[in-house]
């Protein structure tokens, strides 16, 4: 017999199954789910109008239905775009073998390292080119055995199932997916390195600080400079634009020439990698430092270009193909979120890791 508590189910079977949806397409799901339910049983009126009170109180229902479980319906915005995405994080057992299930005991821990390496890169750049993402299968205690092309085709599969990101530049980054679903894991294991939004208290891996050194993401420096001028925290006078001088970058804009030489480790900062036996000799010259002939000066150019899809953050694109009715065109995506901060919570005051 269908009942009332089956849109919910099948709404959450769509949500597991994709990983992280944007807030767009699980509202799309949701009213699926309930139109799906309806007309498997005759009677069944289930009533849902899609409007940001609605999917709030959908939000509140799914969430008391996971509360049992230790999971928890969570929304994240995404850093490059400003789209607002909706995952489930496993508020109980934050390890990440519990929420990458399908990865073999040593691909767990090679993840494990590059997300620290990610995060612990150098000027806060949190990425890390491909040669340092390769060199760390040596690195992995105990000595794993994988080799060059198996090591290329895991941090591949991360790519794919979401829980790194690629960028155009070759770069790896922490994908939106693990910011969600690994957020726990992330707090716990590195409490001070990421710092937080002035303005949503997320973390922020890719956005820039204000003087004062407090970060602030992209998006969320657009809401706050139509209302404002000056920096929340130390109130200086803000450029109009993200992009100024004035705003040191954070992530990939932020890595300078020789980052690529160095690892980066919680223990020691300054443990120099000298061992020599890199994966490869011959890798394609990601160690180089690329930037400067692509005439990178300070940064400044190609986080203007970035925009929109540097970072291939998720699959949206796919999830989108799967619900073609609804389907909407691409600028659709970019609509900010409504004018309400990303997150609700009140910015913590914390001093953030220097540059
Ligand atoms: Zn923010
Ligand atoms: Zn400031």
Not at 27 to 45: F, M, Q
Not at 70 to 99: H, S
Not at 119 to 140: G, H, K, T, V, Y
Not at 328 to 354: I, N, W
Request: charged share 35%.
């Amino acid at each position: 017999m269908v009942s009332a508590g089956d849109s919910q189910r099948l709404f959450l079977q769509g949500v597991l199954s994709r990983g992280i949806l944007s807030e767009k397409l699980a509202r799309i799901l949701y009213t699926k789910c309930v139109d799906t339910v309806n007309s498997a049983e005759e009677g069944l009126n289930l009533s849902y109008k899609d409007s940001r009170e609605e999917w709030e109180t959908v939000v509140k229902d799914v969430n008391n239905a996971l509360n049992a479980l230790d999971l928890q319906f969570v929304r994240q915005v995404e850093q490059t775009k400003g789209i607002p995405m909706w995952g489930i994080v496993n508020m109980k057992g934050d390890e990440v073998a519990q929420v990458a299930t399908d990865y073999s005991p040593v691909e767990i821990a090679y993840f494990k390292a590059l997300v620290e390496q990610i995060i612990m890169a150098p000027r806060n750049a949190f990425s890390i080119s491909s040669f340092l993402a390769l060199r760390e299968i040596n690195e992995l205690k105990p000595k794993a055995n994988m080799t060059k092309s198996q090591g290329e085709e895991t941090l591949a599969s991360f790519v794919n199932r979401g829980w790194l990101a690629k960028s155009k530049r070759g770069r790896y980054a922490l994908s939106t997916r693990t910011l969600i679903e690994l957020k726990g894991y992330i707090k716990s294991e590195y409490p001070e390195q990421i710092p937080p939004c002035m303005f949503c208290d997320d973390f922020v891996t890719i956005g820039a600080t204000c003087k004062c050194g407090r970060a602030i993401h992209r998006h969320c420096f657009t809401q706050w400079r139509n209302r404002r001028s000056q920096c929340k925290e130390c109130n200086a006078e803000w450029a109009q634009n993200y992009d100024d001088d004035m705003f040191t970058p954070i992530g990939e804009d932020a890595v300078a020439e020789n980052d690529n030489a160095r690892r980066y480790t919680r223990q020691e900062e300054d443990d120099e990698d000298e061992d020599g036996e890199t994966p490869s000799q011959s890798q394609s010259g990601s160690q180089k430092p690329a930037k400067k002939a692509k005439g990178k000066g300070r940064a400044k150019k190609s986080r203007a270009s970035r925009g929109d899809d540097d970072m291939l953050v998720d699959d949206d694109e796919e999830v989108e193909a799967e619900i073609e009715d609804d389907e909407e065109d691409e600028a659709d995506y970019e609509e900010k979120d409504d004018a309400e901060p990303p997150v609700k919570s009140e910015p913590r005051r914390r001093s953030t890791r220097g540059g």
